[in-house]
């Protein structure tokens, strides 16, 4: 087995800082491929597990919004070589039923593959230098990271991996809801809470779909505008305006959909409240589904449902045709900045961080 020195931003301590540290890395094994990341995006998942993190832990490395290019492959890897550009996604283990029968996020080892920070085997490839990785099977915020086919997902050499890193988790996620989950068809009502990354996505996707009305609720007016500019076809501001009385005076009699980013619970019953009584909440704050009175429901739902070699494709043909323009949420940061980076999406300044970690070649600068 290959050591590699790689640099990693690590977290010790509850809410960070996170330090750039030299850390060893063994692999790629059999059915690994090690990827030297280019950029990643910072997600709330990071960001709050940065924030509820036990210090009694062993220190480890997030990140799961990885791309970059391909350095080795285990001898079992078939679908990338050397060189090719990736996208890191969430793990599944790829053997159990939801797996085989092509539903991943439904993953029965989904908890264990993306929060158990070590292989599904129980190994860990930074185990030499104590440390914790595997994050969402990959832990991104390094200049090396180890993937499988599971999670990754090769991409055309046309756009940079430092503009398609967010793709693999909060975009998937907001517009997965919208197009795979709910299937929101032409002509539907359907309001976002919460105007992040993935509410963003949520506000793309329902417009692609031909949903209307489309609309916006946040507490920020800058994200409001630039829901407007995304697709929205009206915003609410839940500081100043009464978000019920608002949705039943555009849609007249309830919303068929809420997709609830937010994670507030007054916000959850709210998004109840103001279904009609077929509506449907799209949850994506971790819990899970239930039936409610009038036929209304809740939907528990991960990672958009999205198949990530299916669905990032897609993505990216549809930002290429101008339907998907997620560049418009993105800040870039330098590696050593990841701390501000986070600083500035917990205050809302900025909607997807982007940490620039290395050159797509090399050799250009070094
Ligand atoms: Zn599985
Ligand atoms: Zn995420």
Redesign the pocket.
Known sequence: MQVHKIRADVLRKKGGPLEIESIEMEGPREDEVLVRIVASGICHTDIDFCDDWDEADTPVVLGHEGAGVVERVGRSVKCVKRGDHVVLSYQ?????G??RSGR?AH????YEANFGFKRLDGSNALQRSGVRGHFFGQSSFATHALATERNLVAVSKDLSPELLAPLGCGLQTGAGTVMNSLKVSAGESIAIFGTGAVGMAAVMAARIAGANPIIGVDIKPRRLQLALKLGATHVIDNRRQDVAARIAEITGRGIDYVVETTANPEMHQLAIDVLNPHGTVALLTGESGMDLPEGRRTLGIIEGDAVPQKFIPKLIELYQAGQFPFDRLVKFYDFSEINRAIADAKRGDTIKPVLRISEVHPSCRF
């Open positions: 599944s283990c790829g053997h159990c939801q797996c991943p993953c029965r080892h989904l």
